[in-house]
C-alpha cells in the first residue's frame, strides 16, 4: 500500500509559478512511477506529467511540455510538478498517482494503482 499526499495548490494569479508535491508511504516508493493528472471543473481527469521509476525518464501531456516539469526525490519519498507561467485553463484539482513497474501506459488514469486525495489550483486571470 501506498499514501500519498498532495500539497503546493492555492490561488494565483495568470503568469505566475507554483510547485505542487507529493509526499509518499508505505511501500518502497522508488519502486513506483509518479504520474501527475489535472481535473478541470466539468471534465475529465487528464494526464500531465509522468516520471519513470528507475530512468527519472519524464513523460508530458503536448499541451503542458513547454510549461511543467516533473520531478523526484526517492530520498524524500516526494514527487514534484512545478508549473510555470500559469495559465486561467490550468485551474484544476491536481492529482498525484503511483504506478507499479509493469503497469500499463503512464498516460492513462486506469493504470495506476494509487492516487491522493488532489490539490486545488485556481488561476485567475
Known amino acids: 500500500q501506498v499514501q500519498l499526499v498532495e500539497s503546493g495548490g492555492g490561488l494565483v494569479q495568470a503568469g505566475d509559478s507554483l510547485r505542487l508535491s507529493c509526499a509518499a508511504s508505505?511501500?518502497?516508493?522508488?519502486?513506483?512511477?509518479m504520474g501527475w493528472f489535472r481535473q478541470a471543473p466539468g471534465k475529465e481527469r487528464e494526464f500531465a506529467a509522468a516520471i519513470a521509476w528507475s530512468s527519472g525518464i519524464t513523460y508530458y501531456a503536448n499541451s503542458v511540455k513547454c510549461r511543467f516539469t516533473i520531478s523526484r526525490d526517492n530520498a524524500k519519498n516526494t514527487a514534484y510538478l512545478q508549473i510555470n507561467s500559469l495559465e486561467p485553463e490550468d485551474t484544476a484539482v491536481y492529482y498525484c498517482a503511483a504506478i507499479g513497474r509493469g503497469g500499463g501506459s503512464v498516460y492513462y488514469s486506469t493504470s495506476y494503482d494509487y492516487w491522493g486525495q488532489g490539490t486545488q489550483v485556481t488561476v485567475s486571470s
Open positions: 508505505g511501500r518502497t516508493f522508488s519502486r513506483y512511477g
